[in-house]
């Protein structure tokens, strides 16, 4: 079974600093995929970043990374500089096999002037 | 391309009824997904189609739900009767093998009241 947590219900970060929302997973299948996505208010859910299992390297999409470690299954987004606008909920998830995900209860962020 | 379309916006009715969301696809993804969104069990997976089939619909919590996918672009998720728990966001997601990550796109929700 997959599991993914997110361990932050919620969040506070200042303008312009960077923020760590927390992610680990759970699975025993080698090949799976790991991806961030954001709700703000709205309600739209907007796909921010990908990591593979088998990459080398920590993805980056603009202010975002990920910082992937394998080891400890756990798949932490990085937000820099932190904007007004980046407030919202942030969801964390797993994909095993082809399209099968399982989407992690989420850290709400707001980011304070 | 216009995005995953859902309609309606925003649904409200009285228990008992039936209801019908719809959703259009992405052109040319060939997986749709449909989801539900509380505050108490946060984003499940209800069920995903490959190719207009389902493939897997172990999350559609019982026989009140039902979801079609007559063609490619085009698919409905029906509640019949709709109870007051089912008040929830219903989303619509799609994606297809040619994505860089298989990432989904998500439409904007139908947001469902049940009386």
């Known amino acids: 079974a997959q599991k993914i947590t997110q361990t932050q219900p919620g969040m506070f970060v200042q303008e312009k600093e960077a923020v760590t929302l927390d992610c680990t997973y759970d699975t025993s299948d080698p090949s799976y995929g790991l991806f961030w996505y954001k709700q703000p208010s709205s309600g739209e859910m907007i796909f921010l970043i990908y990591q593979g299992s088998y990459d080398q390297q920590n993805a980056t999409e603009g202010r975002y990374s990920l910082n992937f470690q394998k080891a400890r299954k756990s798949a932490n987004l990085v937000i820099s500089a932190s904007q007004l606008g980046d407030s919202a909920m942030y969801f964390c998830v797993l994909r095993v096999g082809y399209q099968k995900v399982t989407f992690g209860t989420g850290t709400k962020l707001q980011v304070i002037p | 391309d216009a995005g995953v379309i859902q309609s309606p916006r925003h649904e409200v009715t009285e228990m008992g009824q039936e209801v019908t969301l719809r959703c259009k696809p992405i052109?040319?993804?060939?997986?749709l997904f449909w989801y539900r969104q509380t505050m108490m069990r946060g984003l499940e997976l209800l069920i995903y189609?490959?190719?207009?089939?389902?493939?897997?619909d172990s999350g559609m919590p019982e026989d009140r739900f039902s979801a079609k996918m007559p063609n490619a672009s085009f698919s409905t998720l029906k509640i019949q009767p709709s109870e007051p728990r089912d008040s929830a966001v219903y989303f619509c997601?799609?994606?297809?093998?040619?994505?860089?990550?298989?990432?989904?796109?998500f439409g904007p929700g139908t947001r469902l009241t049940v009386l």
């Open positions: 189609f490959n190719n207009n089939v389902p493939i897997d």
């Open positions: 997601a799609s994606t297809g093998q040619y994505n860089s990550y298989n990432e989904q796109f």
């Open positions: 052109s040319g993804h060939d997986y």
